[in-house]
């Protein structure tokens, strides 16, 4: 098993510098409000030029235990990843079936797929309808240093999800939230995801990003006004810079490329969660927009 005095082969990989967004150390009420086509975080956010190095040529090295995130081959018999029908039917399971084989774990439940594209949104996002939820739709790059849970709503996200999707079960003694990530545009794409060597990942201040769906954002002062039950809404961990995070990207994925990395496992034994971004690649020759599809799921050890 690699190990982080082992890293001659890493430190031999190709290296590009980047700007990463991270959110600045301070006391403000951190909130993400998502409606259609459009995200936005509150609190104060800078840009900060990391490493970001390519694990392409050596995509066989990393382990999802070790590293918080891993790279496999994985055929998809969707045609078109925009005709919703399809996905609806056959996708999720595909990623369930992905899962399991990938980490061994006793039963796998999907819990929603989401488009991204670095192509113009501004008229998806201005043909508004009600209802807007936050699942099967086509959003931007997320560009900030996240991760997709904050431990105090994992727990709750994992417990629910057993208990409607496997109400006979035995019951679980381990369980893992991760992201499977698929990149379907052609290589090399412009605005590729970059991933955290979860072991890194501890220096920085960290803090909770309350998740919001609404159908219009809030304007001034409402953006942060108090909300009532907000305490109990799903949140995301963002983080601070630290120069000791290590950052690294798979170039020219292809369509049947997948990343699979860790939000949260509750076995903190192993490395337990994946920070990650969208970065702009600027050494990408003649890069096409970046779309993709990202789908969670919850994998539980019985």
């Keep these: ?37 459009e995200e936005l975080n509150t609190g104060t956010y800078a840009d900060h030029e990391v490493v970001i190095r390519d694990g392409m040529p050596i995509r066989d090295h990393f382990e999802l235990d070790v590293h918080g995130f891993r790279i496999g081959k994985s055929d998809s ?29 006793d039963k796998c439940a999907a819990r929603g797929w989401m ?85 890194t990942s501890f220096g920085g201040q960290e803090k909770e990003n309350t998740l919001l769906i609404v159908d219009e954002f809030p304007r001034g002062d409402a953006l942060t006004a108090p909300v009532p039950g907000e305490e109990d809404l799903l949140a995301a961990t963002i983080f601070s810079y630290h120069p000791s995070h290590r950052w690294w990207y798979f170039a020219g994925m292809e369509r049947d490329d997948v990343l699979l990395f860790k939000f949260f496992d509750s076995d903190h034994e192993r490395t337990w969660r994946c920070p990650h971004s969208a970065f702009v690649d600027a050494s990408a020759a003649a890069p096409n927009p970046r779309e993709s599809i990202e789908c969670r799921s919850v994998a539980f050890w019985e």
């Design 1 to 37: 098993m690699a190990t982080l005095a082992d890293e001659s082969i890493e430190d031999q990989a190709r290296q590009v510098r980047a700007m990463m967004r991270y959110v600045d150390e301070g006391d403000f009420v951190t909130r993400r409000y998502v409606s259609q086509g």
């Design 77 to 105: 018999a969707i045609v078109d990843f925009h005709d919703r029908n399809s996905i609806e039917r056959l996708y999720e399971r595909e990623v369930e079936a992905d899962v399991l084989r990938w980490t061994g774990a």
């Design 115 to 199: 488009l991204r594209t670095s192509a113009d949104l501004s008229e998806h996002a201005s043909n508004k309808s009600e209802g807007y939820q936050h699942r099967g739709g086509l959003q931007p790059p997320a560009g900030e240093a996240h991760v997709d849970t904050a431990p105090r709503t994992a727990q709750r996200m994992a417990e629910q999800t057993y208990a409607q999707c496997f109400p006979d079960g035995p019951g679980f003694k381990r369980f893992l939230i991760t992201s499977h990530w698929r990149t379907f545009s052609p290589p090399p794409q412009d605005v590729p995801l970059a991933l955290c060597d979860g072991r």
